[in-house]
């Protein structure tokens, strides 16, 4: 069984910053690819970056030059660094973990970005 728990949401102004948290647990694959998620209301849930244990990492373009992945894999780890925060990134994040056929999420943080 594997588990993720989310941290590090909140509401704040356009401008600021938060960070992101997800610690796995469980029965973990060593080499993986974990990454963050987000759905905003009404909307379907999309990327936003990933990076695999060999430190690969992936950005949608709306986040590029703003947000930063990292992790820690030998505390099975992710973090997301948000700054220069938007109205429009205004979601619920996931965290996600994969490789090969399995795929685990968390159970989400909601972000809110609002004056």
């Known amino acids: 069984q594997v588990q993720l728990v989310e941290s590090g949401g909140g509401l704040v102004q356009p401008g600021e910053s938060l960070r992101l948290s997800c610690a796995a647990s469980?029965?973990?694959?060593?080499?993986?690819?974990m990454g963050w998620y987000r759905q905003a209301p009404g909307k379907q849930r999309v990327l936003v970056a990933t990076?695999?244990?060999?430190?690969?990492?992936r950005y949608v373009d709306s986040v590029k030059g703003r947000f930063a992945i990292s992790r820690d894999n030998v505390k099975k780890t992710v973090y997301l660094q948000m700054n220069s925060l938007k109205p429009e990134d205004t979601a619920t994040y996931y965290c996600?973990?994969?490789?090969?056929?399995?795929?685990?999420w968390g159970q989400g943080t909601q972000v809110t970005v609002s004056s």
């Open positions: 996600n973990i994969q490789w090969g056929r399995d795929n685990y």
């Open positions: 469980g029965s973990i694959f060593s080499r993986n690819v």
């Open positions: 990076i695999s244990t060999e430190g690969v990492k």
